[in-house]
């Protein structure tokens, strides 16, 4: 099963873990994504994330289908938190579960880099300074929008190039 | 910092990923072991895992090393429960933080490969006929140790060469 969701409340890496275990599966993998304190130099205190959530959750089901289409798993679930993300705690948490462990991890490695890929959500940083900016994941094959802020030249790289031809910009438009 | 332990208790993610979250990192990636219901056509009730506690300990503090010589990692923890483990409970838990994902999410996989391969852990499959078995790890390295019930030969496969330098077989006499 895919349990793929845009919340604002704070994620729990036990109740995500919970949603992909089975009795069938001696493995879980997890990646746990969690505001830093620094970017770039600039002290950060917070991120505040905004999705096209509809957008986010469609084309989370999609990189579940990709993963599916690449290994045998059981269950995924990708679980994106947005709203202000204080500094430790987490903005996303990817669990996969397979009867075995290496579907598992090589998927839950794939499933980042893809979602940050393709995944419509945007990140406002606040420093210390109070001062802030909106930023796009530099690896998102839709960087290059310019309806969105701050946006950024396409990136080609291996990450989009896994699901070139499940994601296209025209998807997200 | 490294955390490894052998418990009783049952594994709970999120304290283990509380272990090791730090402001300074934005990546924390995690493998979670569990007990499955079937291992070749049999079903199985639970696992009991005993282990060379102290040794299993300094092995696993062994492999943290490992992963800090190949991978920026900010901190490890490695957890494994001993005892019985029923179904769909976890009897490993590996977490590791990194200010990037691509370093913890390789050294996670690392990690679990190689304490797999060198840490003296012991389970016993009971089934539902009540028959059991205890089992060695196929991928260990001391294997094939005749000291240890159903021994089975030293499997030289990948795992073990990551670490070959660091863990002979001598050094677990």
Not at 29 to 48: C, I
Request: net charge negative; aromatic share 8%; proline share 2%.
């Amino acid at each position: 099963m895919d349990h793929v969701d845009v919340v604002f409340d704070k994620l729990k890496v036990d109740e995500i873990t919970d949603l992909v275990s089975t009795e069938s599966c001696g493995a879980i993998s997890l990646f746990v994504g969690t505001t830093r304190d620094y970017f770039e130099g600039k002290r950060v205190l917070y991120l505040e994330y905004e999705a096209y959530d509809s957008m986010a959750k469609k084309k989370m089901l999609e990189v579940c289908q990709a993963i599916r289409e690449k290994w045998d798993v059981q269950n995924i679930a990708i679980i994106h938190r947005i709203g202000v993300v204080p500094v430790k705690e987490a903005s996303i948490v990817i669990a996969i579960s397979s009867a075995h462990r290496k579907e598992s991890l090589e998927a839950v490695q794939f499933a980042i880099d893809t979602v940050k890929a393709v995944v419509p959500v945007w990140k406002k940083e606040t420093y210390e300074d109070n001062t802030y900016s909106w930023k796009q994941n530099k690896e998102c094959c839709w960087s290059g929008d310019a309806s969105t802020p701050d946006s950024q030249s396409v990136n080609t790289s291996a990450p989009c190039n896994h699901t070139v031809n499940i994601y296209s910009n025209r998807d997200l438009l």
